[in-house]
């Protein structure tokens, strides 16, 4: 993973170029299309996802909390604990996310302790899907 496609993340911006190094093996990248469940409500959550390109809905019931964009980022809570998904996101347009997951982001403690906490501190902070 290109460090430089991190860094146009919010969530990753203020990391300095060494720690990214060192977070971008662990961090995966996916494409999917139109139409695609990305998260649904009630499920485990073990992945969290930032989007890349491409656009989302975000719904509880049938209800609409969120349409999501580039830099916005979801399933965080999974990286906290074994919580489940507390809304469902699906994208309304192709995307390419980044993911990371949480068998990864233990992983990712161990070797970069200040940006693994910037994540957790990210997902305590929103409690997002």
């Excluded at 390109?53 to 719904?59: D, L, N, P, Q, Y």
Aim: charged residues 30%.
């Amino acid at each position: 993973m290109d460090t430089s496609r991190l860094k146009t993340l919010p969530l990753f911006e203020s990391v300095p170029d060494e720690d990214l190094e060192k977070i971008s093996p662990f961090v995966s990248e996916v494409s999917v299309s139109q139409g695609k469940s990305l998260v649904t409500e009630g499920d485990f959550a073990y992945e969290f996802m930032a989007i890349e390109e491409g656009t989302a809905e975000v719904t509880r019931g049938d209800e609409k909390l969120a349409e999501l964009g580039p830099g916005d980022f979801f399933g965080e809570m999974g990286l906290l604990g074994d919580d489940r998904r507390n809304a469902t996101v699906v994208a309304t347009s192709p995307m390419r996310l980044l993911t990371l997951d949480q068998w990864d982001m233990r992983r990712l403690e161990k070797v970069v302790p200040s940006a693994a906490e910037k994540i957790h501190s990210a997902a305590r902070a929103r409690g997002n899907a």
